[in-house]
């Protein structure tokens, strides 16, 4: 399978009042055609991570080091021109609060057409014609009035379609989706996983998907990364992870689902908080929290082992496979 | 510990009614907000709690369900008595408030902890100043209070000497739900309503949370109001249901009866719109279309009637009414559990 993304040895540090360490030593590719899940809780890096792929951080506080790849360019090495041509057509992005990411001033339809006529070249009309076929797509009822709507008039499950209609407008090959179900009601947010699902397939792209939500997960991603304080534990295939999961940090995060506890009976947990990431980890960021830490876990960064056919845990407890 | 006094809580308000007496009881509970159009507007009205009846018994936990809109932290919100109702009568332990029970008495009875944790502390003061707020308005003195305050942090985890004198935006999220949690039991409350408490919360810290709810429901003898959007936790920590829906209750009952047999069909495309935990049995279908309608002015009749599959003319006339399913206390209020209805699933009526 050919590799979209690469991203090899990232750093991401942000400075200012504070330091934090937000993204450490993260190795991560993404294949033609999939569906890859960041799944981490709050302050994990996984937002972070994303918007690096579309160099979207704050450029005066954030260090970047590492590499970062898409369809064999190098993204932290574009300036600002290469940059706007490579937002929209290659990589767009769909966010959590579509009331914040759509502009209020201008109307879906006008929004759209605007980023075909900037990218693609094409025609104030070409634009809006687009504009009308993508809210079509995404399942707009009665888009052709929709397309004069502004994003206040909308609902919130219409403003996502609509932010997913801005999103997919330029046919981009890869999807970035940072929590785009977390806001949205229980009804809703099945019905647009599901429309992301069927997206994906028909124009055939991939996904990197951000969320915190196990459930989500399983519903829309092929493979995840499990993301703990800037660093992934674990990835895989979804199947995997969430039946054997080996890192324990990942097996504490499952084995913590509130869905199908007996009423009365102790939840699992994890003791303990995440760290704050003020100084970069030297040995394993887990190490505090966990029930089988060894002094070793704390003298280094512990190995990205491979435990399985496209599957590696970061611990030095894994087993490691030789295939 | 290091103090030789005993550490002194509040008395509890006594219980008057004894057990059998429910320890809430709400009866049409109602709050219209006006909304304010054009000049030549038509006058239209949020209808955000609708004759809701319900009621908690002393020491069970009850859940509310529903999505946002659906007028479940407005009803908290009129229960505490945060803002006034329009209609509707609170009884607490048998007493109405404002007749047998004063509000003072109320608050003191009843406690809330919110979903935003830093919004609900005061940022100014430390953490043991907050806690110790409220039994010194209510008379308790100065040392004692603190004393109170440090015990009490004790109980949801939090040791004393390393968070008594720090201020809110030092501690984590879950650190400050705990504070909050600990601040609602400082003036003795036998009743807490816990408003979407643990929904910000990380899932692992969720879950020490809802673990330290159960130990404190134990220890204090606690009656919880939980009110959650997840499901997942609903059914973990509740004994019985509300799934309410635009304003009004449309399923009531015990929470495994609700969840293995739904009456009514909103209840049932919530529970089929949880996301699945089998990566080999996927949804394949959402089970409604479309978003909740805008609270203001909701359908006419059966308020679920623009999204129901299974809806027919009498829906969009008049409001089902909840009605028995069982002998459990499971209610539903859809015309298609109410026999000889008129809608063509309905049971036939009985001859008995």
């Keep these: 399978m050919t590799k979209l993304v690469e991203i090899s040895g990232l750093n991401i540090r942000f400075t200012g009042e504070r330091t934090v360490y937000a993204v450490n030593d993260l190795n991560l590719s993404l294949g033609d055609g999939e569906v890859l899940g960041l799944l981490g809780e709050s302050g994990s890096g996984k937002s972070v991570t994303l918007r690096a792929l579309m160099r979207l951080l704050p450029k005066k506080r954030t260090q970047i080091s590492g ?148 459930g989500v997960a399983i519903e829309i991603c092929d493979r995840v990364a499990v993301m703990y304080a800037g660093q992934i534990v674990e990835q895989g295939a979804l199947r995997d992870i969430v039946r054997t999961p080996v890192h324990p940090y990942a097996r504490g995060l499952l084995a913590s689902t509130i869905q199908g506890a007996k009423r009365g009976a102790r939840l699992e947990t994890i003791p303990g908080t995440p760290p704050s990431l003020a100084e970069k980890p030297n040995g394993c960021s887990f190490a505090p929290r966990c029930a089988v830490a060894q002094p070793r876990c704390l003298e280094q960064l512990p190995p990205n082992v491979e435990v399985g056919p496209g599957r590696a845990a970061r611990c030095v407890l894994a087993e490691p496979v030789h295939v | 510990m290091t103090t030789t006094e005993p550490i002194a809580m509040l008395e509890p308000v006594e219980d008057r009614g004894g057990v059998a007496q429910p320890l809430l009881q709400v009866n049409g509970l109602t709050k219209h907000f006006p909304v304010r159009g054009g000049l030549f507007a038509a006058k239209r009205t949020v209808r955000a709690v609708d004759n809701v009846s319900f009621s908690v018994a002393k020491g069970e936990t009850v859940g509310i369900v529903g999505e946002s809109g659906c007028g479940k932290s407005t009803t908290a919100r009129l ?39 830093y919004a609900s502390l005061n940022p100014r003061l430390t953490i043991e100043e907050s806690i110790a707020f409220g039994p010194k ?22 040791v004393p000497a390393n968070f008594a004198n720090r201020y809110p935006h030092e501690i984590s999220g879950g650190q400050r739900q705990r504070v909050n949690i600990a601040r609602a039991l400082a003036l003795s409350p036998r009743l807490v309503i816990l408003d979407e408490a643990v929904s910000a919360l990380d899932k692992s810290v969720e879950a020490q949370v809802l673990n330290l709810l159960a130990d404190l429901k134990r220890e204090f003898g606690l009656t919880y109001l939980f009110i959650s959007h997840d ?51 996927r949804t394949e279908k959402p089970p409604i279309s479309g978003d909740p309608p805008n609270p203001i002015d909701p359908p006419t009749g059966c308020r679920f009637h623009t999204r129901c599959p299974f809806a027919e003319p009498l829906c969009a006339n008049a409001t089902p009414k909840l009605t028995a399913l069982d002998k459990m206390g499971h209610e539903a209020a859809c015309y298609m559990a109410i ?9 036939g009526e009985e001859t008995a």
């Excluded at chain 2, 008495?105 to 979903?115: A, D, K």
């Excluded at chain 2, 026999?339 to 049971?347: C, F, I, K, L, M």
């Design chain 1, 67 to 214: 590499a970062v790849n898409v369809m064999g360019r190098d993204v932290l090495a574009m300036n600002d021109e290469e940059l706007s041509s490579f937002r929209g057509q290659t990589v767009s992005m769909i966010f959590q609060e579509p009331a914040l990411a759509l502009d209020p001033v201008y109307t879906i339809g006008a929004q759209i057409a605007e980023s075909v006529v900037r990218h693609e070249g094409k025609s104030h009309a070409e634009g809006r014609a687009r504009a009308l076929e993508m809210l079509d797509i995404v399942r707009i009822p009665s888009a052709k009035r929709r397309l004069d709507a502004y994003p206040h008039e909308m609902s919130g499950g219409m403003r996502q379609r609509a932010m997913i209609a801005l999103a997919l407008a330029c046919r981009p090959k890869i999807l970035l989706a940072d929590e785009p179900t977390t806001a949205l009601d229980a009804t809703v947010q099945i019905q647009i996983l599901l429309l992301l699902r069927e997206l994906q397939r028909e124009f055939g792209m991939s996904v990197i998907f951000v969320t915190h939500d196990i």
């Design chain 2, 339 to 347: 026999p000889g209805s008129g809608h063509s699933r309905a049971p």
């Design chain 2, 79 to 117: 229960l505490m008595h945060l803002m006034p109702r329009d209609d509707g009568d609170i009884i607490y332990d048998g007493m109405t408030v404002g007749q047998s029970l004063s509000l003072r008495e109320l608050r003191r009875g009843m406690q809330m902890v919110f979903q935003d944790s």
């Design chain 2, 231 to 281: 499901l997942n936790v609903v059914r973990y920590i509740s004994d019985r249901v509300l799934v309410m829906y635009l304003g009004e209750v449309v399923e009531l009952g015990p929470v495994d009866q609700v969840w293995d047999s739904p009456g009514h069909p909103y209840t049932r495309a919530l529970l089929a719109a949880m996301p699945s935990s089998d990566p080999d049995r």
């Design chain 2, 137 to 158: 308005v209510h008379g308790m003195a100065d040392g004692a209070a603190r004393a109170l305050a440090r015990e009490l942090l004790g109980k949801v985890g939090l």
